[in-house]
């Protein structure tokens, strides 16, 4: 990262300063562009900021395809989660972030880059961010403590160059006021003192095992399935051979108090994916062994159906 702690605002979560982030690099009216598959909530906030909405490919093992950038855009700001995808999980090689900063300069179009599960990479080393790489300037980095902690602390920062930063701080006033200080300084305390860097490293072990856990058990269960974000983070991602009766296979997981969601929520560019979003994490490890072999039987079931 580039930044020191004049170019750091803390928000009330990540959402939040993706809106703010919304509301800084564009106007009603203005276009701006998205993934697809991405992140649904991502989509509302721009909704609500009134603004015109592209979606570019972001389905292979790079994540976002910049090779399908457009040539000519009139577009205010590119949002994306190039660290790991979501929800596919591909994650952007150097050459291709250096391409795509390019790109941004040559039209001016702002990056906004959401760091989504960058601390829980199980294959190799974190790639240097798009923020750190501009040197601070034409990215907005936005990140919270949602996963590496717990989503109920509602801790989340949005880092912008300095010629910004007032206006986004006065966006939060405007929408929320201050972000309650007990907790920041609480966690203050527990990153100088060493804890939050002991707690990354036993949970990015134990998610990884977890991981590989679920990884193997579906590849026995549902070999004609397809799994994406085997690498990183804390979901799965599993999609059908087949078109499959969503609803049905929800209802029918939901009357086994298991949640997941519909990959179709994911896609909004009109492709027809059928396939289940996965969580790994909220579970102690009888309760997801016997959760996952029930929802790979459901899966089966409705297959076949």
Request: glycine fraction near 12%.
């Given at each position: 990262m580039s930044c020191d702690e004049h170019n750091i605002l803390i928000t009330a979560?990540?959402?939040?300063a993706l809106f703010v982030a919304a509301k800084l690099v564009a106007r009603a009216n203005d276009t701006v562009l998205m993934e697809t598959p991405g992140y649904p909530r991502l989509k509302q906030a721009l909704q609500l900021c009134q603004l015109a909405i592209q979606h570019?490919?972001?389905s292979s093992a790079?994540?976002?395809?910049t090779n399908g950038l457009p040539a000519i855009t009139k577009a205010k700001a590119l949002f994306l989660t190039p660290g790991h995808q979501y929800p596919l999980g591909g994650i952007m090689p150097l050459a291709n972030r250096l391409a795509l900063l390019d790109w941004a300069r040559q039209h001016a179009v702002w990056l906004v880059e959401d760091d989504y599960d960058s601390e829980f990479q199980y294959q190799h080393r974190p790639i240097a961010s798009l923020q750190g790489l501009a040197g601070g300037e034409g990215v907005l980095f936005v990140g919270s403590f949602s996963k590496t902690l717990f989503p109920g602390l509602r801790l989340g920062y949005l880092v912008a160059p300095k010629s910004v930063?007032?206006?986004a701080a006065a966006?939060?006033?405007?929408?929320?006021?201050?972000?309650?200080?007990?907790p920041q300084a609480t966690l203050a305390d527990f990153i100088s003192e060493g804890h939050f860097g002991r707690h990354l490293r036993k949970m990015r072990r134990f998610y990884q095992q977890r991981k590989q856990q679920a990884?193997?058990?579906v590849i026995e269960l549902l070999p004609n399935c397809r799994l994406y974000a085997q690498d990183a983070g804390l979901h799965l991602v599993l999609e059908f051979p087949e078109p499959i009766d969503e609803a049905a296979l929800l209802a029918a997981l939901s009357q086994q108090h298991?949640?997941?969601q519909p990959l179709s929520r994911y896609c909004f560019d009109g492709k027809v994916r059928s396939g289940l979003v996965l969580g790994i994490a909220n579970h102690n490890d009888e309760e997801f062994n016997a959760a996952l072999l029930q929802l790979c039987h459901l899966c089966r079931r409705a297959l076949h159906a």
């Open positions: 979560g990540a959402q939040q570019l490919d972001a790079n994540g976002l395809d930063i007032g206006q966006i939060v006033q405007a929408l929320h006021g201050d972000v309650p200080l007990l990884i193997q058990l298991i949640k997941a």
